[in-house]
């Protein structure tokens, strides 16, 4: 048997095992996902962790440190203990496997290896969260979720991706430090002495990918119920 088949048939099975109150907390940790992307991002640009907050900037910079690092955990955490106890309830030994490894890749990249903690961490925080947002595609197949949500996912994670592909392109090109943190004093000065159309160009892809990186996680939680029973 493939992955894919076997991914499949453990999915049909957890969803054949889920009571109404499973339906319901998996809703709850929905909803506690949708703030884990909202709150912390709200605080950050309320100035709680940055005095003069960075923007565009993604999710890893806004959490890397302060009231949005507390908030982002704490939901999460709380997001993810809501969903895994229906795993363990409902799910089989892969789905618990499946879930288990899930947080621990979360885990390494947002608590162990946050942004900005040095050049070998965030190498780990890149891979992680890369990994991260391919184990929803398995989630995709656990839960069933409807295509539009999946689609919504897709089109965001090859639109960031692009995007982050060639805003390392022009940081190459001109010699930037690689990356969204850096301790180099000289980066400001250097991105201000870029051409215009490059400074302007640059900053764009930077509005893509915090555009596209929220998108990615949002069409995922939204979707999580929809192919679940409805009673």
Known sequence: MNIQKLILKEGHKFRLRLSPSDVAQIARARDLFHLTTILPCFLYYMQTSDSFPKFPATISFTIRKGIPRVAHHVLWLCGWYAMYDVFHRAGSRFCRLFAIQMWVTGIICTF???????????????????AYMLDHIVLFALLKTRRVYRMGFYFSFISMATALRKKKQIQRDNNLSLGEYTKDDHRHEKVKALHPETKNLLWRLEMFIMAFENLLFVSFVSGMTSGLPKN
Do not use: Y
């Open 112 to 130: 162990i290896c946050r942004l900005g903690k040095g050049p070998i961490s965030d190498k780990i925080h890149f891979v992680t969260a890369g």
